[in-house]
Nanobody, 126 residues
């Protein structure tokens, strides 16, 4: 089970750090990803990190503002979000790769992820 936390209301230009903690399973062998969804829109990819933490990948709209990281000893993945914009408002979900020890995260698709969390709401006011 994956549980996200850290969402909330923040003004534009502010920061939030989301956490995703796994319980009942280890995520140390699995790439992890963050996704987001707004009402009426499809869920979109935000960021992914390799099982080892040695490689990351971001969607263009968050590149340079968001940082994904992980602490495998704590079975936790983080998303540090800086310089937030109103268009970042969404429910943010974390998910684990369905395959272990994937060699690259740059070609991953949403279908490669399973074990979704329940989401955490991020609201950025202008």
């Amino acid at each position: 089970q994956l549980v996200e936390s850290g969402g909330g209301l923040v003004q534009a230009g502010g920061s939030l750090r989301l956490s995703c903690t796994a319980s009942g399973r280890s995520i140390s062998r699995y790439a992890m990803g963050w996704f987001r969804q707004t009402p009426g829109k499809e869920r979109e990819f935000v960021a992914a990190i390799k099982w080892s933490g040695s490689s990351t990948y971001y969607t263009d709209s968050v590149q340079g503002r968001f940082t994904i990281s992980r602490d495998n000893a704590k079975s936790t993945v983080y998303l540090q979000m800086n310089s937030l914009k109103p268009e970042d408002t969404a429910i943010y979900y974390c998910a684990a790769d369905i395959a272990a020890l994937r060699s690259t995260v740059h070609t991953m698709r949403q279908a490669d992820f399973g074990s979704w969390g329940q989401g955490t709401q991020v609201t950025v006011s202008s």
